[in-house]
């Protein structure tokens, strides 16, 4: 998706976490590979701390944020509390039609 608009003004964060029994450590070389796009920074966060402040609660596995994309308007500035999301979604796989659709809207 990100190779269809080359020169729109985007700035991606992936947020790697332990979630399932398999992640034990921070992403590998190869793992980090997968998003190749220079507008993309990629951060590892074992304690899910961004989870907790999107509303994960300690003890139910059912809470937590992942595999979740969120589109934001430029210039948004995060307070007290995350802002709204233009465009929020999950999984990401399943979503990227409408992040899609939410990116051409805002003619970015």
């Not at 304690?47 to 509303?55: P, Q």
């Amino acid at each position: 998706m990100l190779a269809e608009q080359p020169d729109a003004g985007i700035k991606v964060f992936v947020i790697w976490e332990r979630v399932l029994g398999t992640d034990w450590g921070a992403p590998s070389s190869v793992v980090l590979g997968l998003m190749r796009d220079r507008r993309a920074a990629q951060f590892w966060d074992p304690r899910r701390s961004l989870s907790h402040r999107l509303g994960e609660k300690d003890g139910d596995r059912k809470s937590i944020v992942w595999d979740w994309v969120a589109l934001y308007p430029p210039g948004l500035r995060w307070d007290d509390a995350p802002p709204a999301p233009a465009f929020t979604g999950r999984p990401v796989e399943d979503v990227i039609g409408g992040l899609r659709d939410a990116l051409w809207s805002a003619r970015l």
